[in-house]
């Protein structure tokens, strides 16, 4: 049975929130299973707003969603592109650890079985097809939708959290590690994700990240959110974030 090898679980670790068991410590648990209900969910949501002491129950939500796109556009999309693996992302295999006691409320994600699925030769589209309609449609909607019909936080706003740690990882982080020829060669997965899969791949109509595409570059080389997360409304002195659409351009 394929898995990934301790190797690139070192790799996940060092770039992303992956934890390791005997490198981090645990200082509290969310079960997967927990954000597979509507319940559940609110169950998490109401945990981060008193665990962060927050001032604004959408902002919380908000949080939850970002977390939780950082832990979508790194683990399971960086090994499909760096390791030609898809690991099990359903939430029955995952769990949501805090490693330290700030309050910032920002688990590592931990795997429970590292085992994973790989493309036959020749059929690596088709496998990236099938996994990312798995990835999109099959377990980040159905939590988006949770998260909406609860606080009425926008699918927009939560698909352009994906989108930004997305264009992040294959535009910024890729040539941290690659040479140029290697990043070209890799972010023609982002290319697929953005470009060429259907809306169905998502359970909608179209495909969401077609929305934020060309969003503009910051001087920092970040894009500008077209939609605001609403971390300013955390706690009465947060500021905006840097890519905030209130913000001028920078």
Known sequence: MN???????????KHFRYFIEEEDEKYGITEG???????????????????????????SAS??????????????????????KMPNMNLENIELIRTTEEKKW???IRLLSQEVSQPAEGERMDWMLKELTNLFSFHIRPLFLHINQLTRLSMDVMWEN??????????KELSLWYDEAD?????????????RLPGEVFGMKRNPFSYFLYQPLLSSGARKRKCCCLSYKLYQDSNFCKTCPHLADQ
């Open 3 to 13: 898995s990934l090898s301790r190797e690139e679980e070192y790799f996940l670790h």
């Open 33 to 59: 299973t927990t954000l597979c209900t509507k319940s559940g969910v609110q169950e998490t949501i109401d945990f981060i707003h008193v665990y962060m002491q927050s001032e604004f129950l959408l902002t």
């Open 63 to 84: 949080i939850l969603s970002k977390r939780y796109s950082y832990y979508i556009a790194s683990v399971p999309l960086a090994s499909m592109t760096l390791f030609n």
């Open 106 to 108: 920002f688990p590592k």
């Open 162 to 171: 994906i989108a930004l740690y997305m264009f992040r990882f294959y535009e």
């Open 183 to 195: 990043v070209r060669n890799l972010k023609e997965d982002l290319y697929f994700i953005v470009e």
